[in-house]
């Protein structure tokens, strides 16, 4: 038996590799690094490259980014008071959910970021001297090909190679971690497509669309049926980003990926109908890129050996619930569980097994509500209060949830 797999009286630490330097590789290498353990992470890029906008982030997320040391103010969120509903044509608001005293309830805010800013921030608070833990190391142009689950060895496409005791496939949602402890990944097109955009709040000044930018609120329209706008701050409100679902039929199927370029007027013509503000929003707005979804069916397991997935590699899930992120967070928050000093005493093999049990049903439960969420706005997590209904996932049992999936 390897000394990895000995069980032992006290804590051991290991040699991590961890694939993937986005957002859940950064926060599995954080949590990991916190809990005593010697992390390198494995970049195919030259540097991540971390695109896109907002990231709404709910308690069940924002409290381990805070539990790890992670400097919030720099990441300049919004923290969100309200969820607002308006009326497709008009803009009217038609609903409004006012969150409370959010932190007092939940334990931590609900705050929204851009990604750029929290990749950034995470990337800077795993290396840095300062704070618990060995600080990690970023290798980069290192595009993993070959997994051994059971010796621990990574092959890289440029023809070098590292052992590690415990290997964290964190490449996203073509995974070749994933194909490599033989997971093959069922999944289907789904019917919508997304747009997302971003304008500066000077922008939106200048066109009298200042309360979109003092809201501190996600803002929505449409959600029943594929067609919906989720609007939303960040960047210390100097910035809104919008996602904007459509039918994948509008223009063709044949485009693949969600970086894909398009203009302000194919943005707006894709929306006939909607609010003459959003649409007047859209044709100053910026950084427009289309992202094609696919619904991806319950992975059979997410460990084998030494290997384990988290994020997108494990549990791809729709944006309708805003989940994603989150779920890679608590995902590496049961990893630095797991195999923290109270915990773990050499078995790496039991330690995944247990991050599985522990984590798996939970995440597969929101990506399950994340597929109703995209055509039943009312499936969404916040609107709880008079929605309840059987198999509907409320904001207080989904933070129970994120309680209880714990070691």
């Known amino acids: 038996m390897s000394p990895i797999t000995r069980v032992q009286t006290s804590f051991v630490a ?46 069940n997320g924002s409290r381990w980014i805070e539990r790890w040391g ?16 308006h009326d497709w044509e008009t803009g009217t608001i038609k609903n409004k959910y006012d969150l409370g005293d959010y932190k007092t309830k939940f334990g931590s805010e609900y705050y929204n970021f851009h990604r750029i800013d929290m990749h950034q921030t995470l990337l800077d608070t795993v290396q840095q001297e300062g704070g618990a833990g060995i600080p990690c190391k ?8 070959e997994v051994d689950s059971e010796r621990g060895i990574v092959r890289f496409e440029n023809g070098s190679s590292a052992t590690a005791d415990l290997i964290i496939g964190a490449d996203g949602i073509r995974s070749n971690t994933r194909q490599q402890i033989g997971i093959i990944p069922e999944f289907k097109a789904s019917e919508s497509c997304c747009y997302r955009c971003i304008i500066s709040a000077e922008k939106l000044h200048s066109l009298g669309l200042t309360e979109f930018i003092t809201n501190n609120a996600i803002e929505f329209w449409g959600g029943y049926g594929i067609n919906k706008i989720v609007l939303s701050a960040c960047h210390n409100n ?94 590496a928050a049961a990893l630095g569980l797991v195999f923290s000093e109270d915990h773990f005493k050499g078995d790496v093999r039991r330690a995944l097994e247990l991050y599985e049990e522990v984590r798996k049903p939970r995440a597969t439960r929101v990506q399950k509500a994340s597929a109703k969420a995209r055509t039943d706005l009312s499936e969404r997590i916040g609107w709880s209060t008079g929605l309840e209904r059987k198999d509907k996932l409320t904001i207080e049992e989904h933070i129970k949830e994120a309680e209880a999936a714990k070691p």
């Open 138 to 145: 970023i290798i980069t142009n290192h595009r993993a090909i």
């Open 238 to 331: 100097e910035v809104v980003s919008c996602y904007c679902f459509y039918p994948a039929s509008h223009n063709g199927l044949d485009k693949d990926g969600w970086n894909i370029s398009a203009t302000p007027q194919e943005l707006v013509d894709t929306f006939p109908g909607l609010d003459k503000r959003i649409k007047q929003l859209f044709l100053h707005s910026e950084d427009i890129k289309m992202w094609r979804l696919y619904i991806h069916e319950e992975y059979p397991y997410w460990q084998q050996g030494i290997v384990g997935l988290l994020g997108d590699a494990a549990h791809p899930m729709l944006p309708d619930q805003s989940q994603g992120f989150c779920q890679g967070i608590e995902d």
């Open 14 to 59: 290991l040699d991590v590799a961890v694939l993937g330097s986005g957002l859940g590789g950064l926060c599995a290498a954080l949590s990991l690094r916190r809990a005593g353990h010697k992390v390198t992470l494995y970049e195919r890029f030259d540097f991540a490259g971390e695109v896109g906008a907002s990231l709404s982030v709910a308690s």
């Open 70 to 85: 992670v400097d919030v103010p720099s990441v300049k969120p919004v923290t969100l008071q309200r969820l607002i509903m």
